[in-house]
């Protein structure tokens, strides 16, 4: 055979070749890896707890705590024990006198607490108060200032003010925090007593209780309306005011 036939029949043979290939049936590829791992738990969403009659978690949390001593002293007993030092002008000699429950025995009382002295709310208050001493001794009303303050502390801020100088009712130097702590009024973060209002009526009995954040003032005539309606022993419709009809029961 020559070189021609030669080369011929080896092309030949390389196209059968092609040809068989394309026939053989190949095998399938090999299936994906898997790596299985185990399951995780679910994370439940945390529960949020609702204050319900049964339940009073989170009113327990938020300041004030005035819940207990509200439950032992309004309409169920008396006030608690007054023993105090009053500072009741600004001159050193005669500024000071003790006050007790029984040193207003048989009035009204209107006391109300503000957290410290040398402070920017508190005077504004204390001189609004002021402005209506009058009407408040009108229906027989003492009006007492409370702070955790020590007496020589008052003393200092009324002579250091001409307005606060003038101030005419006492202020009660509550430094061991014990009136405070016993009405429920201190704040747990600060130490200091909120700006809680009471009314306290002849008996020593508490009739009203209303208690402000630290940053917001009172509306001492809203104080006034409210003593008007308590003494009136009547049913006292929404925004009365004195002078005004109360409500008849059917």
Same mark, same amino acid.
């Given at each position: 055979?020559?070189?021609?036939?030669?080369?011929?029949?080896?092309?030949?043979?390389?196209?059968?070749?092609?040809?068989?290939?394309?026939?053989?049936?190949?095998?399938?590829?090999? @299936?994906?890896?898997?790596?299985?791992?185990?399951?995780?738990?679910?994370?439940?969403?945390?529960?949020? @707890?609702?204050?319900?009659?049964?339940?009073?978690?989170?009113?327990?949390?938020?300041?004030?705590?005035?819940?207990?001593?509200?439950?032992?002293?309004?309409?169920?007993?008396?006030?608690?024990?007054?023993?105090?030092?009053?500072?009741?002008?600004?001159?050193?000699?005669?500024?000071?006198?003790?006050?007790?429950?029984?040193?207003?025995?048989?009035?009204?009382?209107?006391?109300?607490?503000? @957290?410290?002295?040398?402070?920017?709310?508190?005077?504004?208050?204390?001189?609004?108060?002021?402005?209506?001493?009058?009407?408040?001794?009108?229906?027989?009303?003492?009006?007492?200032?409370?702070?955790?303050?020590?007496?020589?502390?008052?003393?200092?801020?009324?002579?250091?003010?001409?307005?606060?100088?003038?101030?005419?009712?006492?202020?009660?130097?509550?430094?061991?925090?014990?009136?405070?702590?016993?009405?429920?009024?201190?704040?747990?973060?600060?130490?200091?007593?909120?700006?809680?209002?009471?009314?306290?009526?002849?008996?020593?009995?508490?009739?009203?209780?209303?208690?402000?954040?630290?940053?917001?003032?009172?509306?001492?005539?809203?104080?006034?309306?409210?003593?008007?309606?308590?003494?009136?022993?009547?049913?006292?419709?929404?925004?009365?005011?004195?002078?005004?009809?109360?409500?008849?029961?059917?």
């Amino acid at each position: 055979m020559n070189l021609r036939s030669q080369s011929i029949a080896t092309y030949g043979l390389l196209l059968v070749g092609v040809s068989l290939s394309g026939c053989v049936k190949r095998p399938p590829p090999p @299936p994906p890896q898997v790596t299985w791992q185990a399951a995780q738990p679910i994370q439940a969403p945390p529960v949020v @707890p609702v204050a319900t009659p049964e339940s009073t978690t989170l009113i327990d949390e938020l300041p004030p705590d005035i819940t207990q001593a509200m439950d032992k002293y309004m309409h169920t007993g008396k006030a608690p024990i007054i023993d105090l030092t009053a500072v009741t002008g600004k001159e050193p000699k005669t500024a000071f006198a003790p006050v007790t429950n029984a040193t207003y025995e048989g009035k009204w009382l209107v006391l109300f607490a503000w @957290p410290k002295d040398f402070t920017f709310v508190c005077p504004t208050e204390i001189v609004g108060f002021n402005e209506l001493s009058g009407d408040f001794a009108d229906r027989d009303t003492q009006l007492l200032g409370l702070s955790t303050d020590s007496d020589f502390v008052h003393l200092a801020w009324r002579q250091s003010r001409e307005d606060l100088g003038r101030v005419a009712f006492p202020w009660l130097a509550d430094i061991k925090r014990e009136l405070s702590a016993a009405l429920g009024i201190l704040d747990k973060g600060e130490g200091v007593a909120l700006r809680a209002t009471l009314v306290v009526d002849p008996e020593g009995v508490i009739r009203h209780v209303s208690v402000n954040d630290l940053s917001v003032g009172r509306n001492p005539r809203e104080v006034l309306r409210i003593l008007d309606a308590l003494q009136t022993d009547e049913l006292c419709p929404c925004n009365w005011q004195q002078g005004e009809e109360t409500l008849q029961a059917a």
